[in-house]
């Protein structure tokens, strides 16, 4: 091809070649546009300050927190001895003895005036739980001293204490003697002397794991995401995160607690009643709903309100825009103020939020899903009122005159010239907002709507509880992947087909791209 | 069935009488399912409804006449108040409570020059919805050609790209918003971060829809003419999925307004907690000013994209997927 050729072609087809300058630089205007506006937003939002101070360590500990749950033993140093502490509602249940964290114990002597007290407390603190279960004292805790009765008498004890203690961490340890801390993470290890209540001081120079923020002060210690510890000038607490969900079907408080399956399963089959009210069935069902960590029972109730908030909702709204849609329609109801001022209804309905909604029925409701049932069904009473109104201005006329060709009353007309026309489109729109619906109405719930989006939003707000966090999306996950799946098969069951995006067969439904809810 | 008892049907054949029974029989089971069908929604709507009542804090009945206390009290002092609290101008009855602090939230710009309060809480809301609407899409305008399965060969690559779509929409953005507010501090930030990523999966996925639905025949001649991967997704299927593109882009826009305003009621900021805050305290005045606002702004918003997409895609229809 020549330039001549070229140029022949540039003057036939001027419009493509010689096009107007803002059609021509309307990509990177568009870009640049973009780009400009993301930094506005960097600046409105005040984005990199806010980047900048966010806490990145702690979401990794949350998103740990997940899937797995730590355990804090808490060693003490006394004066020759060390006490051995769990957090109040350790997950391993009142009497906590596990074989991480190992003990060397010995017979000491010490003055009964000054150290008694000290243990006395610690030994009451550890073991909690005794009010229930008074378990026998431990090893792991100076025995309850004989003289604690008489605690001011000056005279010397002898008693089992530990002297000693190790708490391993996979492949890293903590080494705690009263003066002495050495951890060691793989290969490497650090010895600490420890001055009681004064200072902490490494004998060798830090590893990057170990932090310690100015001489003297705690030691940071990290072990990955096996744990982490401080050691402090008076105690050394040590995180081990274990893997998994704690106490996921029965908490420390059931006697199901800490048996395997095969002995719970034994003992409801056909152990000895535990609780002579009522078989062992009842009490590990009764346990189960009712597990003080997990609260299955509230969740799953809270799960159920959201998917009927869900469904009420949307059968609702379908059932009252149906007779709406006809009037709305110009088509059927050839009455202009009639169909305007259904429109507009609609419109309203629409556009006034869910959220508004959903705070007002709240309000007159009170918080639980009749307040978030009425807001879904105000909301999508709208949406679906249009959807269907513009279904049925788009049906073909020929049906409904053959229908009153024969003579039909216009009731008649309606049922067998228009309904079959439209019903597929209805029920499928019907079916996509239950989905969507199924998904905004745990949003809605966290509002004060009811159901498990509020309690999501309370676990949420603790900054402790994760794992319930990720146990309720794992169940709000299952749910909408059933109810997707239910809803397809009930749209193919229903209609025949179900329009995917390979479907190039011509549509029915309006020709307008997706109306909004069902890219929800 | 009536117009059939009117008509007299003429003597049938054997073969034609059994066709006839066959036709009765089948619209007889079809009524039976029907039938079924509609009595279980009867079972299972009631059903839901006593329980919906059951635990719900107030009674259905018990309160009824109680929503309409609410819009009664709903009435502000004066007609006009509601005006004052929109545009931040003093009010007359202004107590020195937070109910009539109509001038305690202006935004200044310069000396004498302000944006009314819930005027500058719209923004930015809209802000968040624009800003996260402009990252998810670019995301998954991204993602979208790995997925689909004319462009891409791969079937990891494509099975990996489609799962991870599905994932982050299909999980709840409530989750990712107070995931973010425990990290971040309270701020319009979690909101952006929730509702964009929700946006990357649900517009990966009606992108890469899109996508497997374009003509390959440019693509054909780029191949042809041996244009490498990123210049025949640039200059065969971009150009012609474009405006389906921004249709969804546009669309995506009008539910993140929403999206942003119920993050907003629960902590992201924006004009979504000063309505939460209005309504729990029972601010009249304030309340209708911001439903109001509210009210102007999504349907100033839903009727610009509509307008903007007709013009994009004008009344042209794509086979679209299976919605979601």
Known sequence: MNADAINDIAARHPEAFRRPLWKRYAAPFGVLLCILYTFYCWWFFSIGIVLEKANWNLAGAYLADWVSYEIRPDIEFKDDYLTIDYSRFSKLGSNPNPDWVIKQIAVIERRGGDAAPAPAMATDKSSQGSFMAPGAPTAENPAPSPDKSVPAAPKTVREKAVVAATVVLGSGQIAITPDLVTVTRGAESVIFDIAKDRSVTPRTPLPDWIEQRKPGSTAYVSFGFLGRAEVQNDEVIAWRRFFGWANFVFDTNSPFWGKSFGEVASLIVSGERIDASRSNAALAWDNILYNAEWQHGDVWLKLLQTIVMAFVGTVLASIVAFPLAFLAARNITPSWMANQATKRFFDFLRSVDMLIWALFFTRGFGPGPLAGMSAIFFTDTGTLGKLYSEALENIDDKQREGIRSVGATPAMVQRYGVLPQVLPVFLSQSLYFWESNTRSATIIGAVGAGGIGLKLWEAMRTNTNWANVFYMVLLILLVVFIFDNLSNYLRRKLMGTVGNGNDKRPQRTPTRPLPAAQIA | ?324
């Open chain 2, 1 to 324: 069935m009536s117009a059939t008892d009117v008509y007299r049907a003429p003597a049938l054949s054997t073969e034609g009488a059994l066709v006839e029974q066959h036709w009765r029989d089948l619209a007889a089971r079809r009524r039976l399912y029907t039938i079924a069908g509609l009595v279980f929604l009867l079972l299972a709507l009631s059903g839901s409804l006593w329980f919906a009542n059951e635990t719900n804090a107030g009674k259905f009945f018990d309160r009824l006449p109680h929503i309409a206390d609410f819009f009664v009290e709903l009435k502000p002092r004066d007609w006009f108040d509601p005006v004052r609290a929109l545009f931040d101008l003093p009010s007359p009855y202004d107590d020195g409570s937070l109910k009539f602090d109509y001038p305690e939230g202006r935004v200044y710009l310069a000396q004498g020059i302000y944006i009314p309060e819930y005027f500058y809480r719209m923004i930015e809301t809209l802000n968040i919805a624009l800003f996260s609407t402009l990252v998810g899409s670019t995301f998954g305008f991204l993602l979208c050609f790995l997925a689909a399965s004319n462009i891409t060969a791969s079937r990891w690559l494509r099975f990996t790209t489609r799962r991870f779509l599905e994932i982050v929409r299909a999980f709840p953005e409530i989750v990712i918003a107070g995931f973010f507010l425990a990290i971040f501090s309270l701020g319009p930030i979690p909101a952006i971060l929730a509702v964009s990523i929700h946006t990357v999966g649900a517009l990966g996925k009606m992108f890469f829809e899109v996508v497997e639905n374009a003509d390959m025949k440019p693509d054909e001649g780029l191949r042809a003419v041996g244009a490498n991967w990123v210049e025949r997704v640039w200059f065969g299927i971009v150009p012609q999925v474009l405006p389906n593109f921004m249709s969804y882009f546009l669309l995506r826009f009008e539910i993140n307004v929403r999206a942003s305003t119920i993050l907003g009621a629960v902590g992201a900021g924006g004009i979504g907690e000063s309505l939460r805050l209005s309504i729990s305290r029972g601010h009249e005045a304030k309340t209708i000013a911001i439903v109001f606002l509210l009210f102007c702004t999504i349907v100033a918003v839903d009727q610009f994209s509509a307008w903007l997409r007709q013009r994009l895609v004008g009344r042209q229809a794509f086979a679209y997927g299976r919605g979601e």
